[in-house]
């Protein structure tokens, strides 16, 4: 059975980092692309960052380019995103999720997506 668990989430004030990681279980994550999303209050869920896999192609949502960057350790079947210069418009829960099919580029958007992790808050307020 397919398994994330996203964890490395918290309160942390404008201008701070966080780095989160999402942990496969159930699955080999090679070859396939993971994605992290995030939905905030209120809103629909948004792509954020996605990586592929073997060649580790990204792409970022406009908002977080040049502040976040998505990464993998296909050994530790794990994912990360590194969340720099964070603004109190990051706040959401954030999730990582595995794609229908095996592609060699990643998409950002939710549909394409299948299996989810549980989510983690990420609160960013002064």
């Known amino acids: 059975q397919v398994h994330f668990v996203e964890s490395g989430g918290g309160l942390v004030q404008p201008g701070e980092s966080l780095r989160l990681s999402c942990v496969a279980s159930?699955?080999?994550?090679?070859?396939?692309?993971i994605g992290w999303f995030r939905q905030a209050p209120g809103k629909e869920r948004e792509g954020v960052a996605c990586i592929s896999d073997p060649n580790h192609l990204t792409d970022y949502a406009d908002s977080v380019k040049g502040r976040f960057t998505v990464s993998r350790d296909n050994v530790k079947n794990t994912a990360y995103l590194q969340m720099n210069s964070l603004n109190p418009e990051d706040t959401g829960v954030y999730y990582c999720a595995h794609p229908h099919v095996m592609a060699p580029f990643c998409l950002l958007s939710p549909n394409d997506y299948d299996y989810w992790g549980q989510g983690i808050q990420v609160t960013v307020r002064s």
């Open positions: 159930g699955f080999d994550v090679q070859n396939y692309a």
